[in-house]
């Protein structure tokens, strides 16, 4: 019993932190000028799909616009991820910008 209550503490921790990193992520967008409900349609795939350096890298991007005071389009996005030459995430960020505009 005790190895199960350790077991399933741990997994409510991870999704804690998931849910934590998603709501940043969603934050992040948002503020960098993505609509509200975009930014929190995309921020749950890329959550689920991208590693923490390429949720970072996307990160320092906002940032980088904002203090520009330029507004992030999923389109600026997307051209940004493209220029990375990392397939994996100009995919997830092309793919669930196309399948959050039609939610």
């Given at each position: 019993m005790?190895?199960?209550?350790?077991?399933?503490?741990?997994?409510?921790?991870?999704?804690?932190?998931?849910?934590?990193?998603?709501?940043?992520?969603?934050?992040?967008?948002?503020?960098?000028?993505?609509?509200?409900?975009?930014?929190?349609?995309?921020?749950?795939?890329?959550?689920?799909?991208?590693?923490?350096?390429?949720?970072?890298?996307?990160?320092?991007?906002?940032?980088?616009?904002?203090?520009?005071?330029?507004?992030?389009?999923?389109?600026?996005?997307?051209?940004?991820?493209?220029?990375?030459?990392?397939?994996?995430?100009?995919?997830?960020?092309?793919?669930?910008?196309?399948?959050?505009a039609?939610?």
């Amino acid at each position: 019993m005790p190895r199960s209550t350790g077991v399933l503490a741990a997994f409510f921790l991870l999704a804690g932190c998931a849910s934590v990193t998603e709501q940043r992520v969603e934050s992040s967008l948002a503020d960098a000028g993505v609509p509200p409900q975009m930014a929190s349609c995309m921020a749950g795939e890329w959550v689920d799909r991208l590693s923490t350096d390429q949720i970072r890298d996307v990160s320092r991007f906002a940032k980088r616009l904002k203090a520009d005071r330029e507004r992030m389009t999923v389109a600026l996005l997307i051209d940004h991820v493209a220029a990375w030459n990392d397939p994996e995430a100009a995919l997830v960020i092309s793919t669930s910008a196309a399948k959050c505009a039609f939610r």
